[in-house]
């Protein structure tokens, strides 16, 4: 037997992405060699999480491959774990049978965010695929507006009604559990399936089998809406430490649940967005960023770059417009990129912890006006630390009081605006309906560099006299 066939991924000492690249270059050298029986049999004992990983890092002519080598039921689990470019690719490839079977099975949740990434031709064909129950829980979720909690909850959970004994609540569960995304959580409701209570498996097991779910049941729920935008979702799940929230529509009437899991699946992606977006407008789209066409990346980056490449012009022609001052003054050039530079850092400082903020509702109960001040305040003790350094090294350097004095006074004022302007211009997008994370630190940097260079060779003027 070769060392290949002796290959256990289960057993090895080894983190979770050793494991995935040994899985992939394993499942890779046999596939090439035509050992289809020996890479399915290494796939076998492996997470579905970590087989989708590797089917991500192989060649794409593989996926559809390796994919039939999986038994249905972990084809499902595995399908859910992919990118959605993966998986795009995969209903192309596969027959539509296949296809049938994996998009039926799939959460409705689940089912609904590919949905999302699929082209409208390819979601109306899949629709016409799915079982009665499944397209109409689907059509349900598609029909909420993106980002809200309708539009990510799962429909398929366990409801009670509250003269049900403990007893008739477990034969309940045990009958539906199957079809249920999570059994933690029970939740109550009356006969128009309005939310009145939660009781958790808990509580039920250690209750007595006579007693009714209304004695025991928790009558303050907490809930969310159907309109409840995600990134709110996710905050109340964090505040609380739960598995689960559930859904009801205007009417208080149960409809889904959010789990974890699924939160865990929002953050991820809303932080992905505002990441790409403080990098200068760089926006995934829910695509990975490392597969995708290389023209295609440059043209998502170049439009943010030419705009920036624009404004940073106006800086140049403030330059070029004081060039009677630097004739007579050479030295202030030299310090230009210094008062530049710290000025945008300052600046995307105080934006990022205002956005990041915003993110968390960290600044709940504050003002608009006192986070400002708070940041004003903060960039003038910076300017003073920042501009007295800068202030010592200057004369060092030249000898010259005055200019030395310049720079330092110049650094306190630009610190005290680029700090302004980095908390108070992300409450303006907001106010604009715009994504605060659009206010970036390249375009807080550009906008920085051209009121500080206004504010050093006014500076300039006066103190030198010029």
Same mark, same amino acid.
């Given at each position: 037997?070769?060392?290949?066939?002796?290959?256990?991924?289960?057993?090895?000492?080894?983190?979770?992405?050793?494991?995935?690249?040994?899985?992939?270059?394993?499942?890779?050298?046999?596939?090439?060699?035509?050992?289809?029986?020996?890479?399915?049999?290494?796939?076998?004992?492996?997470?579905?999480?970590?087989?989708?990983?590797?089917?991500?890092?192989?060649?794409?002519?593989?996926?559809?491959?390796?994919?039939?080598?999986?038994?249905?039921?972990?084809?499902?689990?595995?399908?859910?774990?992919?990118?959605?470019?993966?998986?795009?690719?995969?209903?192309?490839?596969?027959?539509?049978?296949?296809?049938?079977?994996?998009?039926?099975?799939?959460?409705?949740?689940?089912?609904?965010?590919?949905?999302?990434?699929?082209?409208?031709?390819?979601?109306?064909?899949?629709?016409?695929?799915?079982?009665?129950?499944?397209?109409?829980?689907?059509?349900?979720?598609?029909?909420?507006?993106?980002?809200?909690?309708?539009?990510?909850?799962?429909?398929?959970?366990?409801?009670?009604?509250?003269?049900?004994?403990?007893?008739?609540?477990?034969?309940?569960?045990?009958?539906?559990?199957?079809?249920?995304?999570?059994?933690?959580?029970?939740?109550?409701?009356?006969?128009?399936?309005?939310?009145?209570?939660?009781?958790?498996?808990?509580?039920?097991?250690?209750?007595?089998?006579?007693?009714?779910?209304?004695?025991?049941?928790?009558?303050?729920?907490?809930?969310?809406?159907?309109?409840?935008?995600?990134?709110?979702?996710?905050?109340?799940?964090?505040?609380?430490?739960?598995?689960?929230?559930?859904?009801?529509?205007?009417?208080?009437?149960?409809?889904?649940?959010?789990?974890?899991?699924?939160?865990?699946?929002?953050?991820?992606?809303?932080?992905?967005?505002?990441?790409?977006?403080?990098?200068?407008?760089?926006?995934?789209?829910?695509?990975?960023?490392? %597969?995708? #066409?290389? /023209? @295609?990346? =440059?043209?998502?980056?170049?439009?943010?770059?030419?705009? &920036?490449?624009? +404004?940073?012009?106006?800086?140049?022609?403030?330059?070029?417009? %004081?060039? #009677?001052? /630097? @004739?007579? =003054?050479?030295?202030?050039?030299?310090?230009?990129?210094? &008062?530049?530079? +710290?000025?945008?850092?300052?600046?995307?400082?105080?934006?990022?912890?205002?956005?990041?903020?915003?993110?968390?509702?960290?600044?709940?109960?504050?003002?608009?006006?006192?986070?400002?001040?708070?940041?004003?305040?903060?960039?003038?003790?910076?300017?003073?630390?920042?501009?007295?350094?800068?202030?010592?090294?200057?004369?060092?350097?030249?000898?010259?009081?005055?200019?030395?004095?310049?720079?330092?006074?110049?650094?306190?004022?630009?610190?005290?605006?680029?700090?302004?302007?980095?908390?108070?211009?992300?409450?303006?997008?907001?106010?604009?309906?715009?994504?605060?994370?659009?206010?970036?630190?390249?375009?807080?940097?550009?906008?920085?560099?051209?009121?500080?260079?206004?504010?050093?060779?006014?500076?300039?003027?006066?103190?030198?006299?010029?």
């Amino acid at each position: 037997m070769t060392e290949t066939n002796n290959f256990n991924p289960s057993t090895q000492n080894v983190t979770r992405s050793e494991l995935r690249d040994l899985v992939r270059n394993q499942v890779q050298m046999l596939l090439e060699d035509g050992k289809l029986q020996e890479a399915k049999t290494i796939l076998a004992p492996v997470q579905p999480a970590d087989i989708a990983e590797a089917i991500e890092g192989l060649p794409e002519a593989m996926h559809a491959l390796v994919f039939r080598l999986l038994p249905k039921t972990q084809a499902i689990e595995v399908y859910e774990y992919l990118d959605y470019s993966v998986q795009e690719h995969l209903i192309e490839e596969l027959k539509s049978q296949d296809v049938r079977d994996i998009v039926d099975k799939m959460s409705p949740d689940d089912r609904a965010r590919l949905f999302d990434e699929l082209p409208a031709k390819v979601v109306n064909r899949l629709l016409e695929q799915l079982s009665p129950a499944e397209r109409e829980a689907t059509a349900q979720l598609l029909g909420y507006k993106g980002d809200t909690a309708g539009r990510i909850m799962t429909p398929k959970l366990i409801y009670l009604k509250e003269n049900f004994t403990v007893s008739q609540a477990i034969e309940r569960i045990r009958s539906l559990a199957n079809v249920s995304e999570i059994i933690y959580y029970l939740y109550v409701t009356d006969t128009a399936r309005r939310l009145t209570g939660i009781v958790s498996l808990r509580e039920l097991v250690v209750s007595q089998l006579e007693q009714t779910i209304g004695e025991i049941m928790t009558r303050e729920v907490v809930f969310v809406h159907t309109d409840t935008d995600q990134e709110e979702v996710a905050r109340l799940i964090q505040r609380y430490d739960f598995l689960a929230v559930p859904v009801v529509d205007r009417e208080q009437r149960l409809v889904g649940i959010i789990t974890v899991d699924d939160v865990i699946d929002i953050l991820q992606r809303e932080t992905t967005e505002d990441i790409y977006a403080l990098g200068g407008g760089v926006q995934s789209d829910g695509d990975n960023y490392f %597969q995708m #066409n290389l /023209l @295609q990346v =440059a043209r998502k980056r170049v439009v943010w770059l030419f705009i &920036l490449l624009v +404004t940073n012009t106006v800086t140049g022609s403030i330059i070029k417009s %004081q060039e #009677n001052i /630097l @004739q007579q =003054a050479v030295i202030l050039t030299a310090f230009i990129p210094l &008062l530049t530079d +710290t000025g945008g850092n300052v600046g995307s400082q105080s934006s990022t912890v205002v956005i990041r903020g915003m993110s968390t509702d960290e600044m709940r109960g504050m003002g608009v006006w006192q986070i400002i001040g708070r940041e004003g305040i903060t960039g003038a003790f910076l300017g003073l630390m920042l501009g007295s350094v800068a202030t010592v090294w200057a004369y060092f350097l030249q000898g010259r009081a005055e200019v030395a004095f310049t720079v330092g006074i110049s650094l306190v004022a630009i610190s005290m605006i680029a700090s302004v302007a980095g908390s108070a211009l992300p409450f303006l997008f907001r106010a604009l309906r715009l994504d605060p994370a659009l206010m970036s630190a390249p375009f807080i940097t550009t906008a920085v560099d051209v009121l500080g260079v206004l504010i050093y060779f006014n500076l300039a003027k006066n103190i030198l006299g010029l």
